[in-house]
């Protein structure tokens, strides 16, 4: 059972990813954040605008709720073509992922979240519809089997993965272009709550913006959840008006301390001090130890925690840094991190 929690990158429910969408950015221009990436990006689509030709393939990765779906939808705005939206896990059968290039037209974009959980067989199938753009089908089988050769319009795939690593070589290398989306700062995740606030038409202070965007993990889903949970305690508890004080009741409501752990957070630290000493400790026991996936501990866990310095990975496995003690009100043993340094 997969865990649900509202400092995720996921998308929980399809009423949130509603709410989202109407949120995202349609430009570029409107896009916040992520400098560099952008200024790549407006010299590929205008290089592409100029030749009249589709942009490239290109590969967004991640941590999830960074903006890879979002950006997919700006490069065909900006492109003014139709994007046809699917995912790895979705594709079973290579029929499913022919019949949808088919109907592609020209320059249109194919978007493929978690692209990295494409099967074997879709990946084949999809290498010469990425490089000649064309698809080989095989009817009949044995004796009789004949191998149909049809050429698919000019279209761009951009693919998004929260996990590159998983990519086979082959299909990264057909990849024109390579991004990485990375953790926003909080000044970046600020100036999109504002903007957030404003097409909600809900009214933030500057104090109360700066304490989401805090707590926000550097995720531009999580902040805007975030504000969402907060214009409701504003909704209730006020008149509506989103101050500090009640953005502050609201983040301890929901356990989010001050920057942006939560209860499954400190726990994870909390095992590694208590149970392990600091660390080291392998994943597989620490997932045994709080009964909880690995995956999980890997992907929705560790990022945020590895990128404040709070959790370090070694060769014989995690350890948790002091500062992480330090913030959790841990008061530090002559036992700590012994294991680091045992024979």
């Known amino acids: 059972m997969s865990r649900e929690r509202i400092i995720s990158g996921e998308v929980t429910s399809p009423e949130e990813e509603s709410f989202i969408l109407s949120l995202r950015p349609k430009k570029l221009d409107e896009y916040i954040g992520q400098a560099k990436l952008k200024d790549k990006l407006r010299v590929m689509l205008e290089a592409a605008r100029l030749r009249n030709e589709p942009c490239d393939h290109v590969l967004f990765y991640g941590p999830p709720g960074l903006g890879k779906t979002t950006l997919a939808n700006i490069i065909a705005n900006e492109m003014g073509t139709r994007l046809v939206t699917t995912s790895g896990p979705s594709l079973s059968r290579t029929g499913d992922l022919m019949g949808i290039l088919t109907n592609l037209g020209e320059g249109d974009i194919l978007f493929i979240d978690e692209i990295h959980r494409l099967a074997p067989a879709i990946e084949e199938f999809i290498y010469p519809a990425m490089e000649d753009f064309k698809v080989d089908f095989v009817v009949d089988k044995g004796a009789f089997a004949k191998v149909i050769n049809i ?39 600020k100036e999109i709550i504002v903007r957030s606030a404003k097409l909600l038409n809900v009214t933030i202070d500057d104090a109360a913006a700066t304490m989401i965007s805090q707590r926000a993990r550097g995720t531009p889903r999580v902040a805007n959840r975030l504000l969402r949970r907060v214009r409701d305690h504003a909704t209730v508890d006020g008149d509506g008006t989103i101050e500090a004080s009640i953005a502050e009741k609201s983040l301890e409501a929901e356990g989010i301390d001050q920057i942006g752990l939560d209860g499954l957070d400190r726990k ?18 620490l997932a045994a130890t709080l009964n909880e996936e690995v995956d999980t501990l890997v992907d929705m866990v560790e990022p945020y925690l590895l990128k404040i310095g709070f959790l370090q990975r070694t060769r014989r496995g995690r350890m948790v840094a002091v500062s992480a003690c330090q913030h959790l009100g841990i008061k530090l043993d002559e036992g700590f991190q012994r294991n680091l340094f045992e024979e």
């Open 268 to 285: 994870f630290l909390k095992v590694i001090i208590d149970y392990y000493k600091g660390g080291p400790v392998g994943i597989e026991a």
């Open 151 to 189: 050429p698919l319009k000019k279209y761009t795939l951009i693919g998004a993965t929260t996990r590159a690593g998983l990519l086979s070589p082959p299909l990264r290398d057909r990849f024109g272009l390579y991004f990485h989306i990375d953790f926003y700062a909080p000044e970046e995740l």
